[in-house]
């Protein structure tokens, strides 16, 4: 079982937020739908900006820990190590998905009628 720390931001960059997940994407999907959870609409937590799995429970929640009590200059060091740009990783995630599930392509244009 998958056991990932991750960092996700609004578009601004304004707000850091360390979170605890088994299912990155399902996560994800639940900060969308639920924007105004921790914010207001204009600070929405939409961008997975950092992730590190983990092989254990154990070892995930010593790591939760460990990041959220870093200073936001040493999340933001963390962050540009791995992802300087701060681009939303969550577009890889649902490719990788995609790839390890199947998926087929539908033509949107059929020229044979």
């Known amino acids: 079982m998958k056991n990932?720390?991750?960092?996700?931001?609004?578009?601004?960059?304004?707000?850091?937020h360390v979170g605890l997940s088994a299912d990155l994407i399902k996560t994800m999907n639940?900060?969308?739908?639920?924007?105004?959870?921790?914010f207001d609409a204009g600070q929405q937590l939409t961008r997975l900006v950092y992730?590190?799995?983990?092989?254990?429970?154990?070892?995930?929640?010593?790591?939760?820990?460990?990041?959220?009590?870093?200073?936001r200059l040493q999340k933001e060091k963390m962050i540009r190590n791995v992802n300087p740009d701060w681009i939303d990783l969550t577009t890889g995630l649902d490719?990788?998905?995609?790839?390890?599930?199947?998926?087929?392509?539908?033509?949107?244009?059929?020229f044979m009628s």
């Open 4 to 16: 990932i720390v991750f960092i996700v931001t609004d578009r601004n960059r304004n707000n850091l």
């Open 30 to 38: 639940f900060y969308r739908k639920m924007p105004n959870l921790f």
């Open 51 to 71: 992730f590190e799995e983990l092989s254990s429970e154990t070892m995930a929640a010593e790591r939760f820990k460990m990041i959220n009590q870093f200073t």
């Open 95 to 110: 490719y990788e998905k995609m790839l390890k599930t199947g998926f087929q392509v539908k033509p949107v244009f059929s």
